[in-house]
């Protein structure tokens, strides 16, 4: 079945420091979604990718989106303390989305 | 707007018992997703349904189980508790086609 691989599991940075989490997939997918889970709280949904190449930005986050659409990534310019949280790609389609393992960052004040 | 609500918040049981978990999803949305959240693991898919019909169900064993009521709340059932049970089981809704998962708080089940 279809896989969502997701590294690097965990990542440790300096407040001000750039991360990136990113995302494979075993198959092509039709979209790719992204989630962040702060300690103790439930996945929130960050941003729909759907479209080849594709390139979106949130404030300090630019998520893209392969050109095979089997793989996207997530980065965080100068990192805040309150980026702390897991990190998610989810994959998928109009029915199931399968998760990633999940990135959890850490941010040193 | 109400978000997806979860019951309850915690629940302790002991090996062999049986559990059952609750979730209200938004108003409108008539899928309702049902995950389950091991300490330091992922999401793990356990089953969709839409419509009333389940769609889906993850790589768990029958005793995973559950339903979708007509106004399309859902409970999971989890019968012959296993101490590997004990995790945090979320549910989420979303509308149909390419749309966004929303989560509950998520229920956390702790078996002694």
């Known amino acids: 079945g279809q896989q969502v691989m997701q590294i690097p599991q965990y990542q440790h940075v300096q407040e001000g420091e750039d991360f990136t989490t990113y995302c494979n997939s075993s198959?092509?997918?039709?979209?790719i979604q992204w989630y962040k889970q702060r300690p103790g709280g439930h996945p929130v949904f960050l941003i729909q990718?759907?479209?080849?190449?594709e390139v979106k930005k949130q404030k300090r986050l630019t998520f893209q989106f392969g050109e095979a659409k089997k793989n996207s990534s997530l980065h965080i310019t100068a990192t805040q303390t309150t980026d702390v949280g897991t990190y998610f790609c989810?994959?998928?389609?109009?029915?199931?989305?399968?998760f990633g393992k999940g990135t959890k960052l850490t941010v040193n004040p | 707007e109400a978000g997806v609500t979860q019951s309850p918040t915690h629940l302790i049981k002991t090996r062999g018992q049986q559990a059952t978990l609750r979730c209200s999803p938004i108003?409108?949305?008539?899928?309702v997703y049902w995950y389950q959240q091991a300490l330091g693991l992922g999401l793990q898919f356990l089953l969709w349904?839409?419509?009333?019909?389940?769609?889906n169900r993850g790589n768990f064993p029958p005793r995973f189980s559950g339903r979708q009521f007509p106004n399309y709340s859902s409970e999971l059932n989890v019968n012959a508790l296993e101490l590997e049970d004990s995790a945090l089981y979320l549910c989420?809704?979303?509308?149909?086609?390419?749309?966004?998962?929303?989560f509950g708080d998520g229920t956390r089940l702790s078996i002694l």
């Open positions: 989420a809704s979303r509308l149909k086609g390419f749309q966004p998962q929303h």
């Open positions: 198959t092509t997918l039709s979209n």
């Open positions: 990718l759907v479209k080849s190449g």
């Open positions: 989810a994959g998928g389609g109009s029915e199931k989305l399968v």
């Open positions: 108003s409108g949305h008539t899928s």
């Open positions: 349904y839409d419509e009333g019909e389940e769609r």
